[in-house]
């Protein structure tokens, strides 16, 4: 089932184009690894996706309904966007934090219902820190904060989870621990777009790859087609080791290459 | 500060708790301003003359001026509380201040203006009237300047050229005053003060202070949601450019109405958010309510301090406030340096 | 302190000549009451030190409940001596309503609020207008006798004023130009009691010369490139030192050691008070010894 689709999309911001016509589809239940250098536009689609960006030209449709048209609590109910970074601005607790995931969901004249308050305790379990509920949100390392951030995202139960660098700055342990995190939500139905930069941790957790480049999606598809010497050469301008282990690919980057001579024109 | 409250039902008592706490300590504050004052009016004294419906000069002094400085005093410190809460929220600033969205300063120079060209002398509620004026205006430019951007940068920048305009033109009023006594005049007024306001004061800036209220009330949600900034609040259905908009004019109702009858008030809109913070667990939608309580309580404190310091010749409450609040400001600059070390 | 304060005062300016006119002012007013007491106020209380004054003069003692702090400044009020005697007031209206009062005196520089308030409560409230000229002086001490019933009293004031003053308004031969400096820098231009009072003594003033309107501020270049026959400034406060530093600047010791200077105290014309007299006849004189002397702008006199 296709829960979201990008139909020729145009973005700019300011007067620069960022995305132009790109095309896109993230269907129920995969992870789909949005990929691409520096620049590229991959947090601008994924803002775009959200909501937070005007469109210049194309169509996002959630659902089968177009974005623009559907109202904001209702998108926020299918949705959760992990912004890169994240920081809470004040010292509320870790489990308030989460709660915030709630808000879409909650009746406006009352407190958080039993209902909020499982899913609470579900995302808090879920990402292995119920037993830091009552610490400031403030006083976290990064791999706290991100687990935290990302149980506020599942506490909202949501279809569509889009997160931009979620590993960024993780250590390898951590890493695996938000990846296997989005992989469940897969598994349990939901569709995942998340941005990286480590191709590798790509390649191992994600069902799809999609390489931004040039305004527009360069490459789709299974790891390995995607990853091919020739596409990482021609968009990421380098050479690299493609090996396996366990069934899994490995990408190590070699050198730096000059652009392929199809650069460009696509 | 850490919550020790080990669930979210304990944390909710514990702000009903706090809430409370400051309840009683308003009411206790209202029934002090009540009792404090140059006329001698005990406690026996003074529930005789507001429930007998006795004219003795007791019960005048009581209904007709202890009375509507109580009520103005815990309307205006509670909207500057609970605008400076909102403020600090929406801009994610402990320093954010009622003041800052120029305001207060445009409905300062609306006042001012009134007694420059003798308006406030020819019918009494000019002074008012004038500065609510300014407010409106200010308002309208702050969110023109400001355009359909959400971000709390173009605010910001918006407010501050609102407040140096409108100081300018105040301080050029004071320059161009026809006489020293008048420059005077103009400057004790902008003190702030409550003495000797009197019921068509509260008639007059009740209702917008209400309104103003309502609208900032209204405001947890959306405060709690930017906890994580704006991209995050977004996308969990609140509008960002409705939100500023409640904001500014939800401010600029209950400030605007506040500065037109008792003259600039600074420092509580700032500290109280600041104190209460940490005691509901720093939750801006819990914020609002508390400092709410908390700014009527520091105001009728003040007020009664600024009777009981220099009897007969009282202080203005605006310096009070300010004398009060700018070292308690320090101080809180240095315990926050202390916590970054 | 106040003894202090007020010793100073008498150092110059309470010749005997000037209590013997006031005590002639105060004589000719107790004779001229004629109005039944029932209909007159009996609880007066004045807020504004010009009507304090005026009222300490035209009212029996035990008519005014209170007068205003000020009334007892010496550099303020003329008759700071005799108000200490008086409950003293800081305007605010939890200090009158216990008084009851049954005439309240206000200025236009009363506060606003406490004015309404009192006025919505219902007790009578008479507001003076500022005072610019001398005939201003006369209606403000019409619009006091009237409110507190003692219009004869108020009319004999008058005439005692009137007496009082120099003859000759316009005189003849030259009139020399007078600047007027007070402290901060500011001179009283056209419109202030200040300037009204040295033109009726016969001197031309700066303010009038430059158009200045008000009492407003007077650079110190201005006043150097004047050509000024005469500065006269204003009584020295103790404690004020910053208002006083403009007397301390270099260029303004070089004139006062050039120019005759006179030195008026301020509650001799700060309000509308029949004390103006005083000061107009002592500038008149001080005007004709300079004339006397021949050639305006060495000789110090005062």
């Known amino acids: ?266 | 500060m850490v919550s020790a409250a080990a669930s979210g039902t304990g944390k909710r008592a514990g702000e009903r708790a706090v809430l409370a706490t400051l309840a009683v300590a308003v009411v206790l504050a209202f029934a002090a301003s009540l009792l404090v004052g140059p006329a001698a009016i005990g406690l026996p004294e003074m529930l005789h003359a507001i429930f007998s419906g006795q004219a003795d000069i007791a019960a005048l002094i009581i209904r007709e001026v202890r009375l509507p400085r109580a009520i103005l005093g815990l309307m205006i410190g509670a909207t500057l509380g609970l605008s400076g809460a909102a403020l600090q929220g929406f801009l994610r600033n402990p320093l954010a201040e009622p003041g800052l969205v120029g305001v207060s300063a445009s409905a300062s120079l609306g006042a001012v203006l009134t007694f420059y060209t003798g308006l406030s002398g020819l019918f009494a509620l000019a002074l008012p009237l004038g500065g609510m004026a300014g407010a409106c205006i200010g308002v309208v430019i702050v969110q023109s300047l400001a355009g359909r951007d959400s971000s709390p940068l173009t605010l910001i920048l918006a407010g501050i050229a609102v407040t140096s305009f409108a100081g300018a033109l105040t301080s050029l009023t004071l320059n161009l005053a026809p006489n020293p006594f008048a420059a005077l005049e103009i400057m004790f007024w902008l003190m702030g003060s409550l003495a000797d306001r009197s019921f068509e004061h509260v008639w007059l800036s009740a209702p917008f202070m209400i309104a103003g209220s309502l609208l900032l009330a209204t405001l947890g949600r959306p405060l709690d949601a930017l906890t994580l900034g704006e991209d995050a609040a977004h996308t969990l259905g609140f509008n960002l450019r409705a939100l500023r908009h409640r904001l500014v004019f939800g401010t600029a109702l209950c400030v605007g109405a506040g500065v037109a009858v008792t003259g600039a008030i600074g420092f509580v809109g700032l500290i109280v958010p600041h104190i209460l913070r940490p005691v509901v667990g720093h939750r801006p939608s819990a914020l609002l309510p508390a400092s709410a309580l908390g700014g009527a309580v520091l105001t009728l404190a003040a007020d009664v301090a600024v009777r009981l310091l220099s009897p007969g010749r009282e202080l203005k409450l605006g310096v009070l406030t300010a004398l009060v609040g700018a070292p308690f400001f320090l101080y809180l600059v240095l315990r926050l340096r202390k916590q970054l070390l | 302190m106040r003894a202090v304060l007020h010793s100073k005062r008498h150092r110059l300016y309470r010749s005997h000549r000037f209590r013997a006119a006031i005590a002639a002012i105060a004589l000719t007013v107790m004779a001229g009451g004629a109005t039944p007491a029932s209909a007159k106020p009996q609880r007066i209380v004045s807020m504004n030190v010009c009507a304090d004054q005026l009222v300490m003069l035209l009212a029996d003692r035990d008519r005014i409940a209170s007068i205003s702090f000020l009334a007892a400044d010496p550099y303020a009020s003329a008759l700071a001596g005799a108000a200490v005697e008086f409950r003293l007031n800081y305007g605010l209206s939890e200090e009158i309503l216990p008084m009851n009062p049954d005439l309240v005196l206000a200025s236009a520089f009363t506060t606003r609020s406490t004015l309404f308030l009192l006025r919505k409560l219902g007790y009578p409230v008479v507001e003076l207008p500022v005072a610019s000229s001398l005939d201003d002086i006369r209606s403000n001490i019409r619009t006091v006798a009237k409110a507190i019933g003692e219009e004869a009293r108020g009319e004999a004031m008058i005439a005692a004023f009137d007496a009082e003053l120099p003859r000759q308004v316009a005189p003849s031969g030259p009139r020399p130009l007078a600047a007027l400096y007070w402290a901060n820098g500011y001179t009283s231009g056209i419109g202030t009691l200040a300037n009204a009072a040295v033109e009726a003594a016969g001197f031309r003033t700066l303010g009038r010369q430059l158009d200045l309107v008000g009492t407003s501020q007077l650079p110190l270049e201005t006043l150097l490139v004047s050509n000024a026959d005469v500065i006269i400034i204003g009584q020295r406060r103790d404690g004020a030192a910053l208002a006083n530093e403009t007397f301390r600047h270099s260029a303004l010791r070089e004139i006062f050691a050039r120019r005759p200077s006179i030195e008026v105290p301020d509650y001799l014309w700060v309000c509308a008070t029949p004390f103006i007299a005083k000061a107009i006849r002592q500038l008149a004189e001080a005007r004709k010894a300079l004339r006397r002397s021949g050639s305006t702008g060495v000789e110090r006199i005062w």
């Not at chain 1, 349990?188 to 305004?215: E, I």
Request: hydrophobic letters at 45%; proline letters at 6%; glycine letters at 10%.
């Open chain 1, 1 to 266: 089932m296709t829960l979201m689709r990008a139909n020729a999309v145009s973005v700019s911001l300011g007067d620069a184009p960022v995305l132009a016509g790109l095309d896109l589809e993230i269907a129920a239940g995969e992870v789909v690894g949005l990929i691409g250098p520096n620049g590229a536009g991959k947090t601008t689609l994924l803002r775009a996706m959200a909501g937070l960006l005007p469109l210049d030209d194309g169509e996002i449709c959630v659902q089968g309904r177009p974005l623009h048209r559907i109202d904001r609590v209702s998108l926020a109910r299918m949705l959760a966007y992990l912004p890169q970074g994240g920081d809470s601005h004040w010292a509320v607790s870790v489990e308030t934090l989460v709660m915030l995931g709630r808000l879409p969901h909650r009746d406006p004249w009352h407190g958080p219902s039993e209902t909020d308050r499982a899913a609470v305790e579900q995302a808090l379990v879920a990402c292995d820190i119920a037993q830091f509920r009552d610490r400031p949100a403030t006083h976290l390392s990064g791999g706290e904060r991100t687990r935290v951030l990302l149980a506020r995202a599942l506490a909202g139960d949501p279809g569509l989870l889009l997160a931009d660098e979620p590993v960024a700055g993780l250590d390898p342990g951590h890493q695996l621990d938000v990846m296997a995190k989005l992989r469940d939500l897969a598994g349990a139905g939901a569709g995942v777009v998340v941005v990286m930069h480590d191709l590798t941790l790509a390649a191992r957790f994600c069902d799809r790859l999609a390489l931004l480049h040039d305004k527009r999606i360069a490459a789709e598809g299974s790891p390995e087609i995607v990853l091919s010497p020739s596409t990482l050469a021609r968009c990421y301008g380098i050479r690299a080791y493609h090996g396996s282990a366990e069934g899994n690919a490995i990408v190590v980057p070699l050198e730096r290459v000059k652009p392929g001579p199809g650069h460009a024109s696509t």
